[in-house]
């Protein structure tokens, strides 16, 4: 039996409510007997929880947020690591990086990567980043100082916004990246030059916290004043979410149908989005929850009618993975309407499964609302198969099953 070794886990923050994937795996790797010791970058700002951060009994350590406010921390990390070969071998790597990203944060990370490396959990033996750019940086330098091997896990954001030469660099050192869409593995694959240390991973769903939907959603139509559609959406105010388009589309629906929005989210854009929803004349037909905890998310699945997502695009490249919120919704039989980028239509297909219309169209989103609004047997097929979909195909414990294998792989070889 191969012998597992703990494994330290470098986070960008921790934990966030946002990141409910990153949970639930973390989660799974311990229940297949793995030991795992969390290391973030940032504190929680986040003022709830989610039951699964419960869950995790692994220790967290939280390295320096910002250098200057902990010097002697990170002093006594450099005097530290001064003597080790690592150190050195480390140190052109980071130059290297630095001639072409001359920035603060770059010299955050390197400082950060001493620290971890002088305050290394007790018992690590192997290093693990989830996302590809700040957590990884960190972890790459810490691997080179440290001697110990390093995996990643990379996502959305952290693929599209960063330079190609930097997650060239980071794939050549890897032992492998995970990654979550269809898209995201075929770019990493591209700028690894085609190594075959590049796998495709979808997070998938804890099918035991997201029970199949047993209930019966009334047959609303949108015909009656006194009972509305409800229509839900999860996630961020922020641009690559595209809820200005969503509401946008909202205001484009007929006079005469009769519908209600939730939103469930924090972020920055929260107020210039309510302000937004004035401005068009439908604030009154919105309610705003802000954040809230897995369970009350998925209360609010199990009520609505329909989930809608506008997902974009941004002009830094920004976008959504395969957002889970989608996947969340689905297994609920939950009718979901989105746009056709990235790893959404790998999941929905317009009109076997769900509403799929082109990003930045706030006019086909509402044709296609108005479309889900009116037909509630169209809702309820499109999210009976959506449903079937989520349970055969996305269930997490494949996920971990396949980085349980990657690791101990590994592992095997590894002396």
């Not at 960008?12 to 007997?33: D, H, M, N, V």
Request: hydrophobic share 40%; proline share 6%; net charge neutral.
């Amino acid at each position: 039996m191969t012998q597992r070794r703990k494994i330290v886990v470098v986070l960008k923050g921790y934990p966030r409510l946002s990141e409910t994937f990153i949970a639930q795996e973390l989660l799974g790797l311990e229940k297949a007997g793995f030991e795992l010791a969390l290391v973030a970058l940032r504190r929680p700002t986040d003022k709830k929880r989610h039951p699964v951060h419960d869950e995790i009994r692994a220790p967290v350590h939280y390295l320096p947020e910002y250098l200057h406010e902990e010097p002697l921390r990170v002093a006594r990390a450099l005097i530290t690591c001064l003597p080790k070969p690592g150190f050195w071998r480390a140190l052109p790597a980071f130059f290297s990086d630095l001639w072409r990203d001359w920035t603060r944060n770059r010299v955050r990370r390197f400082g950060q990567a001493m620290v971890l490396s002088v305050e290394w959990p007790a018992g690590g033996k192997w290093l693990h980043a989830h996302f590809i750019h700040t957590p990884a940086s960190v972890a790459r330098y810490a691997s080179m100082i440290s001697g110990t091997p390093w995996t990643c896990s990379a996502h959305a954001k952290d693929i599209w916004t960063s330079p190609d030469w930097e997650l060239a660099g980071k794939l050549a050192d890897t032992r492998w990246t995970v990654t979550c869409t269809q898209t995201g593995f075929e770019q990493l694959r591209h700028l690894s030059g085609g190594r075959p240390h590049v796998h495709l991973s979808y997070h998938g769903l804890d099918l035991g916290r997201f029970g199949p939907f047993d209930g019966i959603r009334p047959a609303y139509d949108g015909s009656d004043p006194a009972n509305p559609v409800t229509i839900v959406s999860v996630g961020r105010a922020v641009e690559k979410k595209g809820f200005d388009i969503l509401l946008r589309a909202l205001s484009l629906l007929p006079a005469g149908l009769n519908w209600r929005f939730v939103h469930i989210g924090g972020g920055e854009l929260l107020e210039k989005l309510q302000a937004l929803a004035s401005e068009l004349g439908i604030a009154q037909k919105i309610t705003w929850y802000g954040s809230l905890s897995q369970t009350e998310v998925l209360q609010h699945y199990r009520d609505a009618d329909i989930f809608a997502l506008a997902c974009r695009i941004t002009a830094d490249g920004d976008r959504d993975g395969l957002p889970n919120v989608l996947v969340e919704a689905s297994s609920q039989a939950l009718a979901c309407i989105s746009t056709n980028i990235s790893g959404v239509p790998e999941l929905l297909v317009d009109g076997e499964n769900g509403f799929v219309v082109p990003p930045e169209d706030p006019q086909a989103l509402a044709e296609a609302l108005a479309k889900a609004i009116r037909d509630p047997a169209l809702r309820k097929r499109l999210g009976e198969a959506a449903e079937r979909k989520v349970r055969s195909q996305f269930d997490h414990q494949t996920s971990i099953r396949q980085l349980k294998d990657l690791f101990e792989t590994e592992w095997r070889i590894a002396p």
